[in-house]
């Protein structure tokens, strides 16, 4: 039987491996270092999830993993932040 935190590593690998084939999907460095800084400063930015797993920054509204989002190009902020 599979345990659930390998399925989680094999699904964050599989988004991974998506992202590094499609670089294009990619925001720049530049504009994920202003998504953060906006990010950090809202009112909806959680510092850490509840599951032990997943302690990473969140977004209250969409409940997002930021870490992820942030990342993506194609994505934008619920709240038209950004």
Known sequence: MISFRS???SAKLTISAFFKKNG???ASKVTQKERWKICKKCEFYKQ???FLLWRKP???VCGCYLDWKIKADYLHCDKEKW
């Open 24 to 26: 294009q999907m990619l």
């Open 7 to 9: 399925l989680v590593n």
């Open 48 to 50: 850490r999830g509840r």
């Open 58 to 60: 969140k977004c209250k």
